[in-house]
């Protein structure tokens, strides 16, 4: 998986740094300690991320006896796509779809409208999960019937939204069974 396209270490800690602050919204600041240890993240790191957060309104740090970091809004008005904007900038997989500018052939590439779409599907995910979602029980435990757990992004019946250009899976048929 060496060229796996992925979120990088920024923004996954950044998210688990959210996600501690979160669990601790209305309460007492939390120590950048606090959410190193518990994370397993090291503290200059995180205090890099948690610069970045600040400079972006996501977090607000507290001074004095009793200080720390919170969140700046409530955690189920801060969707994952700000989080990830502030650590790791445009969510486009590939330069051109930010920046026509980036390549000279994005007028004429075949593939561009692909990773616009591509680009707009994993926006529409990240735009509706919030870090609450993350936090609540109901989320990590959402199931239907026949235990199969569903995202924020399924439909009540279980049925899961259709990312542009996917196709549907069919089951097949076995043999000997009817």
């Known amino acids: 998986m060496d060229n796996a396209m992925q979120v990088s270490t920024r923004g996954r800690y950044g998210l688990r740094a959210m996600f501690e602050l979160a669990r601790g919204f209305g309460q007492a600041p939390v120590?950048?300690?606090t959410v190193a240890e518990r994370q397993g993240l090291s503290r200059k790191y995180l205090h890099t991320l948690l610069t970045a957060l600040k400079s972006a309104g996501l977090v607000r740090s507290v001074r004095g006896a009793g200080g720390g970091f919170v969140l700046a809004r409530p955690p189920a008005e801060i969707k994952l796509s700000e989080v990830?904007?502030?650590l790791e900038g445009p969510l486009s997989l590939v330069d051109c779809v930010a920046d026509k500018r980036a390549c000279d052939r994005s007028n004429h590439c075949p593939a561009?409208?692909?990773?616009?779409?591509?680009?707009g599907a994993v926006e529409n995910v990240l735009d509706n999960v919030t870090i609450a979602d993350l936090v609540s029980p109901q989320h990590r435990k959402r199931s239907r019937p026949g235990g199969k757990q569903r995202g924020p992004w399924s439909h009540t019946d279980g049925r899961r939204s259709k990312l542009p250009g996917t196709p549907r899976r069919t089951r097949r048929p076995t043999a000997g069974k009817t």
Do not use: G, H, P
């Not at 561009?112 to 680009?119: F, M, N, P, S, T």
């Open 84 to 86: 990830l904007r502030a």
């Open 31 to 33: 120590l950048m300690s």
């Open 112 to 119: 561009r409208r692909v990773w616009q779409e591509l680009a």
